[in-house]
């Protein structure tokens, strides 16, 4: 059972535009909610992350927008750069038992064109 | 570098043969995390260590996959008879405290022929 659905499986977007991706989780016992940027070969690095007592979260050109009752969070990367072409990771973890093990998204491949 | 570390970077093994993954997490971090991740995938949680203690494992962790983090510092994860399903990335992080950051190592690329 995926209990971390992310979508879309690819995107492509232009220098400057917005990147839009989106999860839904289905475990109402997740409180944080990551999201993680891959390169080619190497592990994720940590880019935002929210837990739900916010319902937006900005650092940088990255936001991430959260809905708790549709239980659903999505990344916005705005003025895309050419750079950030790499595969985001949602993910998402409960606090209340001891594990805080993550549960990742499926990926999304960002492609940012010039 | 007080990042996590990973070691080898790379391993090519032949089917059957046993290997063994280092991990050092970031100087007092006290969890440690190991993930599985499949080409064009998510990671995958294996199993993880509050200090020394191994506190939790997957069922993706078959009993041919063990995992020690002796003195609470480096972890290491083996693999015995390995199979070319084992072939994936093996990722390392590691964390504070309960509900932490969770810091990813550069990984492991497993290639079982």
């Known amino acids: 059972q995926q209990q971390v659905k992310q979508s879309p499986q690819s995107l492509i977007v232009q220098k400057g535009g917005i990147s839009i991706i989106n999860c839904a989780y289905e475990?109402?016992?997740?409180?944080?909610f990551p999201w993680y940027q891959q390169f080619p070969g190497k592990g994720p690095a940590l880019l935002i992350a929210?837990?739900?007592?916010?319902s937006e979260k900005k650092e940088g050109r990255f936001t991430i927008s959260f809905n708790k009752s549709a239980k659903q969070f999505s990344l916005h990367i705005m003025d895309s750069q050419p750079g950030d072409s790499a595969t985001y990771f949602c993910?998402?973890?409960?606090?209340?038992?001891?594990?805080?093990?993550?549960?990742f998204g499926t990926g999304t491949r960002l492609q940012v064109t010039l | 570098d007080t990042g996590v570390s990973q070691n080898p970077r790379h391993k090519i093994t032949k089917r059957g043969q046993n290997v063994t993954f280092r991990c050092d997490p970031i100087?007092?971090?006290?969890?440690l995390y190991w993930y599985r991740q499949t080409l064009g995938q998510g990671p995958e949680f294996l199993t993880y260590?509050?200090?020394?203690?191994?506190?939790?494992k997957s069922r993706l962790l078959s009993d041919r996959f063990s995992a020690e983090r002796p003195k609470g510092s480096f972890s290491t994860l083996e693999i015995q008879r390995t199979e070319q399903g084992d072939s994936a990335m093996y990722l390392c992080?590691?964390?504070?405290?309960?509900?932490?950051?969770?810091?990813f190592g550069p990984g492991t690329r497993l290639t079982v022929l």
């Open positions: 100087s007092e971090h006290n969890r």
């Open positions: 475990n109402t016992a997740f409180d944080y």
């Open positions: 993910a998402a973890s409960s606090n209340t038992g001891t594990a805080s093990k993550l549960t």
């Open positions: 929210i837990r739900p007592d916010v």
């Open positions: 260590f509050q200090n020394e203690a191994q506190l939790e």
């Open positions: 992080a590691s964390s504070l405290v309960q509900g932490s950051e969770q810091f």
